[in-house]
């Protein structure tokens, strides 16, 4: 019970803005999704979150030391997926995806209506 609450956490930790850092930028097609993430891992070192986004539409990687797969598509100009975490299922959702400094992914639930997390782009 205790780790789908972490990875809950983990999603929706607010990061700290940098004074002067550039503001972030809507991804809106598939293309510039993946020039962003081919061959780059997305992580978030806190809760030891660490995934690979494929272009066949694989989502691998692991949290807090427990497997996570998935898979994903791009629809309508948004990154929809759904994940595997050791067993726990992350539900089907369609997401905002926003770049910043060619560094920085910020995915926003429910079409970018919900809540938000922020991944270093490794």
């Known amino acids: 019970m205790l780790r789908p609450l972490l ?5 929706v930790l607010p990061v ?3 004074a002067g850092a550039e503001e972030f ?3 809106r097609d598939r293309q510039a999704f993946l020039s962003l993430v081919n061959g780059r891992d997305l992580s978030l070192p806190l809760f030891r979150i660490r995934l690979s986004v494929e272009p066949d539409g ?3 990687g692991s949290a807090l030391g427990w ?3 998935g898979t994903w598509a791009w629809k309508d100009g948004y990154f929809c997926r759904e994940m595997d ?3 726990k299922a992350i539900p089907y959702n369609c997401q905002l995806v926003e770049v910043r ?3 920085e992914l ?3 639930v429910d079409r970018g209506e919900g809540e938000s997390a922020r991944f270093k782009l490794d």
Not at 7 to 11: E, F, R, S, T
């Open 7 to 11: 990875l809950a956490a983990a999603i």
């Open 58 to 60: 694989r989502i691998e």
């Open 25 to 27: 930028q809507a991804v």
């Open 16 to 18: 700290p803005v940098l």
């Open 85 to 87: 975490w050791s067993g």
């Open 106 to 108: 910020r995915f926003t």
């Open 101 to 103: 400094d060619d560094r």
């Open 67 to 69: 497997e996570i797969t």
